[in-house]
Nanobody
């Protein structure tokens, strides 16, 4: 099973930026489909951004398009989420996830390993 460790969360004012990182174990990281998800208090976990194994294709929730950017460095076994123009509604615990075997039929039905999460709080 892939081990995932997120970092980079914190408290930021509205309009500010944060970059989340997710370090993954595993010799075949470059073959994993990776995603970022978030869960706000009292809400279900939701898809934020995803990236294919090569980084050639990226996908975003409508709520973050144009503000967030997902990227990966396969040499470092790390995936990133650059978050700009943050809004109070972006406040949530952000989770990194890895689909090692390509089992996820959709981003909403992501199947794989999950990190412990990192808190992002955006103040107004």
């Amino acid at each position: 099973q892939v081990q995932l460790v997120e970092s980079g969360g914190g408290l930021v004012q509205a309009g500010g930026s944060l970059r989340l990182s997710c370090a993954a174990s595993g010799r075949t990281f470059s073959s994993y489909v990776m995603g970022w998800f978030r869960q706000a208090p009292g809400k279900e976990r939701e898809f934020v951004a995803g990236i294919t194994w090569s980084g050639g294709s990226t996908y975003y929730a409508d709520s973050v398009k144009g503000r967030f950017t997902i990227s990966r460095d396969n040499a470092k076994n790390t995936v990133y989420l650059q978050m700009n123009s943050l809004k109070p509604e972006d406040t949530a615990v952000y989770y990194c996830a890895a689909d090692e075997y390509g089992r996820s039929p959709t981003w909403a039905d992501f199947r794989g390993s999950w990190g412990q999460g990192t808190q992002v709080t955006v103040s107004s």
